[in-house]
T-cell receptor, first 116, second 112 residues
Framework: EAQVTQNPRYLITVTGKKLTVTCSQN?????MSWYRQDPGLGLRQIYY???????DKGDVPEGYKVSRKEKRNFPLILESPSPNQTSLYFC??????FGTGSSVQYFGPGTRLTVL | EDQVTQSPEALRLQEGESSSLNCSYT??????LFWYRQDPGKGPEFLFT???AGEEKEKERLKATLTKKESFLHITAPKPEDSATYLC?????????????FGSGTQLTVLP
């Protein structure tokens, strides 16, 4: 089954304690992306990756890091989480043909993060 | 500034009462407009992609249309299972980056 998986699904942590949210896709997609979703603000892109070892900032990259060492995985790293990073996070992937009929972004189930 | 605005924020309909959701956008270099459905606690689920003004797509009770400034998602004779948040997203080129900008969504409730 084609899917995007994220782990953990729920996480409660404290300020400053480094954490990693994993994302994996089994569709051989080149393009992967991370979003955060906050009430009234919609989905906002944090980082995206066009392929292995190619990453770039989205709209709200501050306080986040990413890496793309393998095509299927795109972890999101919070080196020193703060309460304003409490949010619902989604990973997404699509083929590189973004903007054509085959370029749909498929989303993972989400990770709800609470930083105390 | 690139912007995507959805209206209304929330919509309550009786079962069978048709209506439309709006997504207006001001972006440079439009490459496509996407509609997604999101159920509580889940990731967005793809519905449609539209690429050029005048294009229309249909799926069951849903029909999406696109003009140069906005898109509409028409819901014909909705059922309670159509209750969800509907998200509009615009794929555009911003500088050298490829970006997908989302609206904040319309929360649809269909009452039996």
């Amino acid at each position: 089954e084609a899917q995007v998986t994220q782990n953990p699904r729920y996480l409660i942590t404290v300020t400053g304690k480094k954490l990693t949210v994993t994302c994996s896709q089994n569709m051989n997609h080149e393009y992967m992306s991370w979003y955060r979703q906050d009430p009234g603000l919609g989905l906002r892109q944090i980082y995206y990756s066009m392929n292995v070892e190619v990453t770039d900032k989205g709209d709200v990259p501050e306080g986040y890091k990413v890496s793309r060492k393998e095509k299927r995985n795109f972890p999101l790293i919070l080196e020193s989480p703060s309460p304003n990073q409490t949010s619902l996070y989604f990973c997404a992937s699509s083929s590189l043909a973004f903007g054509t009929g085959s370029s749909v972004q498929y989303f993972g189930p989400g990770t709800r993060l609470t930083v105390l | 500034e690139d912007q995507v605005t959805q209206s209304p924020e929330a919509l309550r309909l009786q079962e069978g009462e048709s209506s439309s959701l709006n997504c207006s956008y001001t972006v440079s270099g439009l490459r496509g407009l996407f509609w997604y459905r999101q159920d509580p606690g889940k990731g967005p689920e793809f519905l449609f992609t539209l690429y050029s003004a005048g294009e229309e797509k249909e799926k069951e009770r849903l029909k999406a249309t696109l003009t140069k400034k906005e898109s509409f998602l028409h819901i014909t004779a909705p059922k309670p299972e159509d209750s969800a948040t509907y998200l509009c997203a615009v794929h555009h080129l911003s500088g050298s980056a490829r970006q997908l900008t989302f609206g904040s969504g319309t929360q649809l409730t269909v009452l039996p």
